[in-house]
């Protein structure tokens, strides 16, 4: 789940398999005569179609490609755009890529088979909730066959060949992949198929999961959001001037609804979150704490309002429901807790979806997470932390940039309480929280001591600026020397910070004093611009 930009991580449509790739959400638009017309036949409605591409597709393909496949022709150099564009960023947080390549190493020769002409395109057809999807894969070295309704022998025999099509006639399987192990690779990533096409050829036997009554299935949107609505709001859709709907939902992982749709959905998160795994909701869970836990989830839906139209000519309009992300929290006691004993809350998966990306959806949905461990209480216990476990680069940046809003109110809200020294001027300023100061905070916003030290500097470094940008504008000749030695004071108590967090790798260090000074410096210089990125301060 990304809200911010983070120079250096990985993009859509990097890899050669990401170039391969495709992902739509398919959203019914306009009116349908019946509920049953609206699910099952979507030639009758418009379409709106979300398409994206992975940024992770390691868990599928290792060598993150398709082995003996190319990208299509306009997939492959648009992929060369994005490579080039990634790199730059790259390289500007001192992480340099190969000079010479103009592709994601993923497209090896030896990988791709760079002389053969054999194309790939994968389309996942996702479902408004995403609880199933369709497959289309197109081959460029592939003649369309159509499929005799009779699906007699010989049409059999030619759809058995496609599925086990490989991109050099006669090379070993071993080193090239058939489609039919595409889509066994694919099958970890995706929601439960409900068909499948390889070049127009349909192939419902593919997966024994498929029912015959699914032949017909698109478009099926969720009547009711999972769980219990505790936010809505409107929002627009990317860069458009179209304000749709949303409310985010909490559901008990014991719910035998949320479970199930859980199930059925967080296979997806494979591709956006580099470390994803599955888990069961539904039951306690061993996290590595001293004591089982529990689940509940956090939902975004897209609220679509459809019309019907019923005998009296009429138009009933009624809400429906599409996935646009979740959060996966767990719920564990923790009776030796500082400051108070209670139950901690873990952020362990969360993603929004890309069409809703960069929209604010992820600090809604954030600030939603403490606002539901502030009004939790069962059997007596209540949400004392809200922790993250393995953050993304992301992810941290959207924690950091939340928590610092929560502490900045808390400040406004309860002036000198939090804040004694408010000159900046005065050395004491920046004189660090000391562990009564922490603790009490830490109870009130339900963050770690670390957090609160992050929120703590970037909130000096903010009333910093202000004072400053003051202070030049009042054209104050000694302005100069007086900002060097205020922001001498900032440098110092940001180094004694990284000082004690860091203190193995200083003292790991084989330089002696002078090694461990530059670290300091650097590490500094990095939380210094990375603080004025979240600020949106310009040097």
Same mark, same amino acid.
């Given at each position: 789940?990304?809200?911010?930009?983070?120079?250096?991580?990985?993009?859509?449509?990097?890899?050669?398999?990401?170039?391969?790739?495709?992902?739509?959400?398919?959203?019914?638009?306009?009116?349908?005569?019946?509920?049953?017309?609206?699910?099952?036949?979507?030639?009758?409605?418009?379409?709106?179609?979300?398409?994206?591409?992975?940024?992770?597709?390691?868990?599928?393909?290792?060598?993150?490609?398709?082995?003996? @496949?190319?990208?299509?022709?306009?997939?492959?150099?648009?992929?060369?755009?994005? +490579?080039?564009?990634?790199?730059?960023?790259?390289?500007?947080?001192?992480?340099?890529?190969?000079?010479?390549?103009?592709?994601?190493?993923?497209?090896?020769?030896?990988?791709?088979?760079?002389?053969?002409?054999?194309?790939?395109?994968?389309?996942?057809?996702?479902?408004?909730?995403?609880?199933?999807?369709?497959?289309?894969?197109?081959?460029?070295?592939?003649?369309?066959? %159509?499929?005799?309704?009779?699906?007699?022998?010989?049409?059999? =025999?030619?759809?058995?060949?496609?599925?086990?099509?490989?991109?050099?006639?006669?090379?070993?399987?071993?080193?090239?992949?058939?489609?039919?192990?595409?889509?066994?690779?694919?099958?970890?990533?995706?929601?439960?198929?409900?068909?499948?096409?390889?070049?127009?050829?349909?192939?419902?036997?593919?997966?024994?999961?498929?029912?015959?009554?699914?032949? =017909?299935?698109?478009?099926?949107?969720?009547?009711?959001?999972?769980?219990?609505?505790?936010?809505?709001?409107?929002?627009?859709?990317?860069?458009? =001037?179209?304000?749709?709907?949303?409310?985010?939902?909490?559901?008990?992982?014991?719910?035998?609804?949320?479970?199930?749709?859980?199930?059925?959905?967080?296979?997806?998160?494979? @591709? /956006?979150?580099?470390?994803?795994?599955?888990?069961?909701?539904?039951?306690? #869970?061993?996290?590595?704490?001293?004591?089982?836990?529990? @689940?509940?989830?956090?939902?975004?839906?897209?609220?679509?309002?459809?019309?019907?139209?019923?005998?009296?000519?009429?138009?009933?309009?009624?809400?429906? +429901?599409?996935?646009?992300?979740?959060?996966?929290?767990?719920? /564990?006691?923790?009776?030796?807790?500082?400051?108070?004993?209670?139950?901690?809350?873990?952020?362990?998966?969360?993603?929004?979806?890309?069409?809703?990306?960069?929209?604010?959806?992820?600090?809604?949905?954030?600030?939603?997470?403490?606002?539901?461990?502030?009004?939790?209480?069962?059997?007596? %216990?209540?949400?004392?932390?809200?922790?993250?476990?393995?953050?993304?680069?992301?992810?941290?940046?959207?924690?950091?940039?939340?928590?610092?809003?929560?502490?900045?109110?808390?400040?406004?809200?309860?002036?000198?309480? +939090?804040?004694?020294?408010?000159?900046?001027?005065?050395?004491? /300023?920046?004189?660090?929280?000391?562990?009564?100061?922490?603790? =009490?905070?830490?109870?009130?916003?339900?963050?770690?001591?670390?957090?609160?030290?992050?929120?703590?500097?970037? +909130?000096?470094?903010?009333?910093?600026?202000? @004072?400053?940008?003051?202070?030049?504008?009042?054209?104050?000749?000694?302005?100069?020397?007086?900002?060097?030695?205020?922001?001498?004071?900032?440098?110092?108590?940001?180094?004694?910070?990284?000082?004690?967090?860091?203190?193995?790798?200083?003292?790991?260090?084989?330089?002696?004093?002078?090694?461990?000074? #530059?670290?300091?410096?650097?590490? /500094?210089?990095?939380?210094?611009?990375?603080?004025?990125?979240?600020?949106?301060?310009?040097?």
């Amino acid at each position: 789940m990304v809200d911010t930009d983070v120079d250096g991580e990985p993009v859509a449509g990097l890899s050669a398999a990401s170039s391969c790739i495709r992902i739509s959400i398919y959203l019914a638009a306009a009116a349908a005569s019946t509920t049953t017309e609206l699910a099952s036949n979507p030639a009758s409605s418009s379409q709106e179609l979300l398409t994206f591409r992975p940024v992770f597709t390691h868990q599928c393909f290792p060598d993150e490609c398709l082995r003996g @496949w190319r990208p299509m022709v306009d997939a492959e150099r648009q992929a060369q755009l994005v +490579y080039r564009s990634w790199k730059r960023s790259a390289d500007t947080s001192n992480n340099p890529r190969d000079e010479d390549s103009n592709l994601h190493p993923s497209f090896r020769a030896d990988l791709l088979r760079e002389n053969n002409t054999c194309r790939i395109d994968v389309h996942i057809k996702l479902e408004p909730s995403c609880s199933a999807c369709e497959i289309d894969v197109t081959t460029s070295d592939s003649e369309v066959t %159509s499929v005799d309704k009779t699906d007699g022998p010989a049409c059999k =025999k030619v759809k058995a060949d496609l599925m086990e099509q490989l991109p050099v006639r006669g090379s070993p399987v071993d080193e090239s992949m058939c489609v039919n192990d595409i889509l066994q690779r694919l099958s970890l990533a995706v929601p439960p198929i409900f068909s499948v096409h390889v070049n127009g050829c349909r192939f419902d036997w593919w997966n024994s999961t498929m029912k015959k009554d699914n032949s =017909k299935r698109h478009f099926h949107y969720l009547d009711q959001p999972i769980g219990r609505i505790i936010k809505s709001y409107q929002r627009k859709i990317n860069e458009s =001037k179209v304000e749709a709907k949303f409310v985010i939902t909490i559901a008990e992982g014991t719910e035998e609804k949320a479970s199930h749709y859980q199930e059925s959905i967080q296979k997806l998160a494979r @591709w /956006f979150i580099e470390t994803a795994d599955e888990v069961d909701v539904s039951g306690s #869970a061993d996290r590595g704490e001293d004591s089982c836990g529990f @689940w509940s989830v956090l939902y975004l839906f897209r609220e679509h309002g459809v019309s019907l139209e019923t005998d009296s000519d009429s138009a009933e309009h009624i809400a429906r +429901y599409s996935l646009a992300g979740y959060i996966t929290l767990f719920h /564990f006691h923790a009776p030796f807790k500082r400051p108070e004993p209670g139950i901690v809350l873990r952020v362990c998966q969360a993603l929004i979806l890309p069409p809703y990306q960069r929209a604010g959806h992820g600090s809604d949905m954030l600030q939603s997470v403490y606002e539901y461990a502030e009004k939790y209480q069962s059997e007596g %216990s209540k949400i004392v932390e809200v922790n993250v476990e393995d953050p993304a680069p992301g992810f941290v940046a959207l924690r950091d940039y939340v928590d610092y809003r929560r502490f900045s109110s808390l400040v406004a809200t309860t002036p000198g309480q +939090y804040d004694v020294k408010l000159d900046v001027t005065d050395k004491d /300023f920046f004189v660090p929280l000391s562990e009564e100061e922490l603790l =009490k905070i830490v109870s009130f916003l339900k963050i770690t001591k670390r957090q609160v030290q992050i929120v703590h500097e970037m +909130y000096k470094l903010e009333q910093l600026e202000k @004072w400053k940008r003051q202070t030049l504008n009042a054209g104050d000749e000694n302005s100069r020397g007086i900002i060097q030695e205020v922001e001498t004071h900032y440098r110092l108590m940001i180094k004694k910070s990284l000082r004690a967090l860091r203190k193995e790798e200083l003292g790991a260090c084989g330089g002696g004093k002078e090694e461990q000074k #530059a670290l300091l410096e650097r590490w /500094f210089q990095e939380s210094l611009a990375y603080y004025r990125k979240l600020l949106r301060i310009r040097k």
